[in-house]
């Protein structure tokens, strides 16, 4: 990697990287397409890699709905190849420049509060284009941070689109917004929500982009940058997959979750 990319990522809380190759990606939607295919046992309608992307065009019940959604087992294994590719010199030699070494760990992380947290694992996440009429929720997100604690927050997020690589379809981010400290009463009151979600007064306040990318680029963000998925104003349904690599040596689940950050 080099260091412009880097410093990219220090200045702005953010950047991209050439980590995948095409048919890393297409294996992943393969792997996704057979999970979602399991969940919806008994469904006549098949999946596939190629009609994913018209999953807002399929009519599903609620509860098939509700099985594909459910946030608590919204994930799919890594295998061998991903995680093997996770090791690359690219990936490396960021994570030598943020931390000092490379030892990660790869955690998925659903509701902290309920202790959701699962090793080797990559949350999924799936929005029909906003234009769409669709029984699916189509809120793609309210912008909110990641950060689980206000000092150890000893990770980063890799965001991977699978379907949707333009900007009509992927993450918003506000460039530096990870350097402020997003004060408590900066958020917004929803109990339901797990993630950090900020007022709408305060986030306004930023501006966001949406950086356009390949097959196989993925963007790397800060815990504390305001970002969300954005709205899908494309025709296809996005898919995307998260990746969260915390810094193994600092790994601890007491100091890494402040439960009072979630009341
Ligand atoms: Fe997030």
């Known amino acids: 990697m080099n260091i412009k990319t880097y410093n990219n990522f220090v200045k702005n809380g953010f950047c991209v990287i050439n980590l995948f190759s095409k ?17 919806l046992v008994g469904n ?20 098939s709905l509700k099985k594909v959604f459910d946030s608590k087992k919204r994930y799919i294994e890594l295998k061998k190849n991903i995680i093997e590719k996770l090791n690359c010199k690219n990936l490396s030699s960021f994570l030598n420049q ?23 694992k990559a949350g999924y996440r799936i929005f029909v284009p906003s234009k769409k009429k669709n029984n699916i929720k189509k809120s793609a997100g309210f ?10 927050n000893n990770f980063i997020t890799l965001w991977i689109p699978l379907i949707g690589f333009s900007e009509k379809y992927t993450m918003m981010i506000a460039p530096k917004s990870h350097i402020k400290l997003h004060s408590k009463n900066k958020f917004a009151k929803k109990k339901n929500y797990i993630s950090r979600i900020l007022s709408k007064n ?26 969300s998925g ?7 349904t996005r898919v995307s ?5 915390f ?17």
């Not at 048919?23 to 969940?39: A, F, W």
């Open 23 to 39: 048919k890393n990606i297409d294996d992943l939607t393969n792997q996704l397409v057979k999970e979602i295919n399991l969940k």
């Open 44 to 63: 006549k309608f098949k999946f596939t890699k190629k009609n994913l992307a018209n999953f807002h065009k399929v009519v599903l019940n609620n509860n």
């Open 98 to 120: 943020l931390w000092r070494h490379n030892n990660k760990k790869i955690v998925w992380i659903g509701n902290p509060r309920l202790k959701e947290i699962k090793y080797n």
């Open 143 to 152: 912008p909110h941070i990641d950060a689980y604690s206000l000092k150890n």
């Open 202 to 227: 305060y986030s306004n306040k930023f501006n966001f982009v949406r950086p356009r990318l390949n097959k196989g680029q993925v963007i790397i963000h800060h815990p504390n940058v305001i970002h």
């Open 230 to 236: 954005g709205l899908n104003i494309g025709t296809k």
């Open 241 to 245: 997959i998260e990746i969260r690599l």
């Open 247 to 263: 810094d193994q040596k600092k790994f601890d689940l007491k100091k890494n979750f402040d439960p009072k950050l979630f009341n």
